[in-house]
């Protein structure tokens, strides 16, 4: 049974699209996140929802829309995609936010845009 | 924001030797951890350190939090291929934890 689950595994798309990604955990986790990691590895935080609420939105382009129907699903919206937008994106949760507890990643998105 | 600073970024060795990656940040950490991403995998948590001086070991792997809470470091015995892959460190930075840059072994059978 996966920890923290990730759709599509996959994306190419071309400029200018909109496109999502789901996440869900069945851990029970109060704390989720989406990370960028980029073609050299670093690990860059762009949100975190603590039992749906929004806490942290670094800043990243108002074209990436977080939502969380439920502390159980973290969503991300991307609109008008553009080349630099390729990366891995990884959800991941924690059992809350006080950054004292390890972190459960999903397997990943690799979005391409061509 | 608080940082935290990895080295080396890229660690090749021959299969038997030792590895270790380090970690530094300018500010006092409440705790560090440490996650392995295996190649095209996802980051997996490995331990948390959370004591001045702490010490842990698992298996061949043994980390290390510094007295001043303000590095730490991973160390790898007798590598093998299956440790291939890329190491972090992450400390708190108010709501979330903030990755170095990561530490890239590659392992010659």
């Known amino acids: 049974d996966t920890a923290v689950s990730q759709t599509p595994k996959y994306l190419v798309t071309q400029m200018g699209n909109d496109k999502s990604i789901k996440c869900e955990q069945n851990l029970g986790h109060d704390t989720m996140y989406w990370y960028k990691q980029d073609s050299k590895k670093f690990l860059k935080i762009m949100f975190s929802y603590n039992n749906k609420e929004l806490i942290i939105n670094e800043t990243v382009p108002n074209r990436f829309s977080p939502k969380s129907p439920d502390k159980a699903h973290l969503n991300l919206h991307i609109n008008s995609l553009e080349l630099g937008d390729s990366a891995v994106y990884f959800c991941a949760s924690s059992q809350a936010w006080t950054g004292n507890y390890g972190y459960t990643f999903g397997s990943g998105t690799r979005l391409t845009v061509v | 924001g608080q940082q935290v600073m990895q080295i080396p970024q890229y660690q090749h060795v021959q299969e038997g030797e030792d590895f270790t990656t380090y970690c530094n940040s300018s500010?006092?950490?409440?705790?560090i951890q440490w996650y392995k991403q295996r190649p095209g995998g996802h980051p997996v948590f490995l331990i948390q350190?959370?004591?001045?001086?702490e010490v842990k070991k698992q298996k061949r792997l043994t980390f290390q939090f510094g007295e001043a809470k303000k590095n730490s470091s991973l160390h790898i015995t007798a590598t093998q291929t299956t440790d291939v892959g890329t190491y972090f460190c992450a400390g708190p930075n108010n709501n979330d934890m903030r990755f170095g840059a990561g530490t890239r072994l590659t392992v010659k059978p």
């Open positions: 500010t006092t950490l409440s705790n």
């Open positions: 350190l959370v004591k001045s001086g």
